[in-house]
């Protein structure tokens, strides 16, 4: 059997001393000045719910695929003119993508309901 030598461990040893420590940086209380909140950068939920529903952008894949659709610069390099309402529309919707979840779980729960009443006013009929 092979004896470890000592030299291996006195290396290692050298290494530890040679690292420099990382200091974090301590933030003290004081410092901190309060601010007035800032306003929300996301649009409300129920205009972005019908813009969603009059371009029937009822998933993720829809959503992304219209919003690279209809991208300003893919309009000029395309060579046409969009419209006014589009371009706000766009705008809006750009807005809405981040609550993109909670607008789909609105529409999806919006369109149960109302299938749910029908049905059960044509079990009464029969």
Request: overall charge positive; some cysteine; charged content about 35%.
């Amino acid at each position: 059997m092979y004896k470890r030598s000592n030299k291996r461990r006195t290396n290692q040893k050298k290494r530890k001393t040679h690292r420099k420590s990382h200091r974090r940086k301590s933030y003290s209380k004081k410092t901190k000045i309060k601010t007035e909140p800032l306003p929300s950068v996301h649009n409300p939920i129920a205009p972005c719910v019908k813009l969603f529903k009059k371009y029937g952008l009822t998933n993720q894949s829809k959503t992304v695929r219209w919003i690279n659709k209809n991208h300003p610069d893919h309009a000029v390099a395309r060579g046409s003119v969009q419209s006014k309402t589009l371009m706000d529309d766009y705008k809006f919707i750009t807005g809405c993508f981040a609550m993109r979840k909670q607008i789909y779980k609105m529409m999806k729960s919006k369109t149960k309901s109302k299938k749910k009443s029908k049905s059960k006013s044509v079990k009464a009929i029969q």
